[in-house]
């Protein structure tokens, strides 16, 4: 048994641990400038911003620099942009508060202030080694587990690019649940399915292991069992949903996205699909497609998660009825048909997914071109189980 992994140093889940951020920076030796980093709207609306600025001044921060300009898929320029104020006006550690856009600006920002390079010199197959700004996430979706990754996603010339490394991992992640009240059915719907997507990546990666499958199962039953009451609305299952996202972040930290990734991210870049549900699109597909190439593996996941059957395209069937009750519930397409996107968009797909080579070649069966036309011509039609 092999595994090998990152963690933050302070992980706190508690309702209204946000109250907390006083006791949290002087546990960890943090003062000075504190860049706060988060989205245009919601933090400002819901009162949150004045609540953390003045966290952090009864914490005896020098100083709160806001930069609130994170966009859906945050870009390098923006990336860039931040890390050159945060280095200019000397900051010596980052908040970054919000969906997986902000926290993932933050990792960024933490790289670029201490390099003074541009994010786009990390991209991989780079891998950060170097000393970073110290991060505190403070996630508000239940989706993108980037508070407890080593893991960025940076947005340039329509492609989505993975910046990593041990050293961007969050020092610490407040998981607040509070936050979920203000948190729409679906942008939940559609983080929730990010969530789902890196539990199940994860269990088919070349370096998943027991510890990896330990946090997924996990968050897959979380997920099958909070969902619904969840989507509707109710706190506890929303916080369980929460609980479910950063156990799948860990999953991911100790292996990795495969195919599903990289086929979603062209929707997320042309089309401008959230990124949890563009993934969903391909996970019956991958599904059915470790039915036929990692049976072994399937079964066994599907065993843990109380599927009892021994054949593989049994345990296939069964998975994707769970997948498609949860998608069914939140009126989420079901399909690329469904999604609008054209058939003659088709082969631009795989191509675009071939070209993600890091997703490509994690999964732990080879994958060839026909494989993935097949996966992404399924997942036009939608066929289901």
């Known amino acids: 048994m092999n595994f ?12 209204g641990g946000i109250e907390k951020i006083p006791e949290i920076i002087s546990d960890l030796g943090l003062s000075g400038r504190c860049m706060l980093i988060t989205g245009k709207r919601f ?21 709160v620099i806001v930069f609130d300009r994170v966009e859906p898929n945050p870009s390098a320029s923006i990336v860039d942009e931040a890390g050159r104020i ?37 991209f991989y197959p780079a891998e950060i080694k170097h000393t970073v700004l110290p991060v505190i996430a403070i996630p508000t979706t239940c989706g993108t587990g980037s508070e407890v990754t080593k893991y960025t996603i ?48 994860s269990c088919f990666h070349v370096k998943s292991n027991e510890l990896t499958y330990m946090f997924s199962v996990e968050a897959l039953k979380t997920i099958f069992e909070n969902f619904a009451r969840g989507y509707d609305g109710n706190p506890l299952c929303r916080e369980k949903l929460f609980y479910a996202s950063m156990i799948a ?18 929707l997320t870049e042309r089309y401008g699909i959230p990124h949890g549900l563009a993934n969903a699109l391909f996970l019956p597909q991958l599904i059915k497609y470790s039915a036929e190439r990692l049976p072994e593996r399937l079964i066994s996941l599907c065993q ?15 998975f994707v009825r769970r ?63």
């Open 4 to 15: 090998s992994g990152a963690f933050p140093r302070k992980l706190l889940f508690e309702r």
């Open 43 to 63: 933090a400002r609306s819901s009162g949150y911003l004045d609540k953390l600025k003045g966290l952090l001044e009864s914490a005896g921060v020098k100083e």
């Open 86 to 122: 945060a280095a200019e006006r000397e900051v010596d550690f980052v908040i970054g508060f919000g969906g997986g856009s902000a926290l993932d600006t933050a990792k960024g920002v933490a790289v670029v202030a201490m390099s003074g390079k541009s994010i786009k010199d990390y």
């Open 154 to 201: 940076i947005s340039y010339e329509r492609r989505k690019n993975v910046v990593l490394g041990d050293s961007i991992v969050p020092i610490a992640a407040i998981l607040d649940s509070e936050v979920l009240g203000y948190l729409p059915h679906d942008v939940l719907a559609h983080t929730v399915m990010d969530a789902l997507s890196h539990a199940i990546e």
């Open 249 to 266: 972040g860990l999953a991911i930290n100790l292996s990795g996205a495969v195919i599903v990734h990289g086929l979603g991210y062209y």
């Open 304 to 318: 843990r998660l109380g599927i009892s059957s021994n054949d593989a395209a049994e345990c296939s069937r069964a």
């Open 323 to 385: 997948l498609d009750e949860l998608r069914s519930y939140a009126g989420l397409p079901m399909n690329l048909l469904e999604a609008g996107i054209p058939e003659s968009e088709l082969e631009r797909i795989v191509e675009e997914g071939l070209s993600y080579r890091r997703n490509v070649e994690n999964y732990a069966a080879p994958l060839s071109r026909e494989d993935v036309e097949r996966m992404v011509r399924d997942a036009f039609g939608g066929a289901r189980s």
